[in-house]
């Protein structure tokens, strides 16, 4: 677990790491949005492209990516299996009792197997290359628009960024808690699915207690330093959409419009 990059940041003087982040959190949600409209091998080849270039210019290894996506391959293999064995349209290839297998549901299992890899891939580039308070800026920047409506817009950006930042830590925390409770001899891969999940009961208790500890600690620290929540608050750092911003939306957008017109 200790090797999940969701929730990580990388310091770096990349163009990624330049951009605004309320730009990159828009392109984000651009990017997860465009991929559910790519349905054939091209289409998906475009989006995959356009990933690559993002963590190219991210300057972050690819290995580094690969290796830390494995601890949620066995989250989509399962989505994949699922959509394998459950999709009955198209021509059947072989059939074991009530489960069927299509040529239909391969294919759609290998395209939803490719998207959640992209979206996971996109997802990291945005957490690697913004710092927590930069994301915090991002989204109250996007929110501003629902203050007329008295929306704590601030407090919830701020209740976001401080979410990402602690998945890492808490990441880390469970791994510590598996080594302590294995070193006293139990035993988490072995077992039918009950036993197993009963083994996790030392692993979450202690985890939430830590929880609760990082959260006193952290409301302490910022009460100590006088935060007070409110809109006039100032910041240190003032984020502004710059020439790499508009150039990369415009790649976005010419990849979004092709999407549309090369999809079957």
Known sequence: MN??????????????????????ILLSIFFVFIIFFANNLVTYGLMTLLALVSVVASRTSLRFFIRGIRPLLWVIIFTVIIQILFDNTGHQLFKFYFLTVTDNGLKTAGFIFIRF???????????????????????????????????????????ISISLR????????TETIIKAQSSRGVKFKEGNILARSKKMIPILIPLFISSFKHAEGLG????????????????????KASKIDFCTWAVFIISGILIFVLRG
Do not use: C, W
Not at 7 to 22: L, T
Not at 125 to 142: M, R, Y
Not at 221 to 234: P, Q
């Open 220 to 239: 302490r620290a910022m009460e100590a330093r006088g935060y007070k929540d409110g809109d006039n608050r100032s910041q240190y750092h003032v984020y």
């Open 166 to 173: 602690f998945v890492p830590t808490l990441m880390d925390e």
């Open 3 to 24: 090797k999940l990059l969701l929730g990580r940041y990388i310091p770096g003087n990349s163009i990624v790491h330049r951009m605004d982040p309320a730009s990159k």
């Open 117 to 159: 890899l992209l979206i996971i891939f996109f997802s990291t580039v945005l957490t690697l290359t913004t710092d927590p308070l930069a994301i915090a800026s991002g989204i109250e920047k996007l929110l501003m628009p629902l203050k007329k409506i008295k929306f704590p817009v601030y407090t919830m950006s701020l209740m």
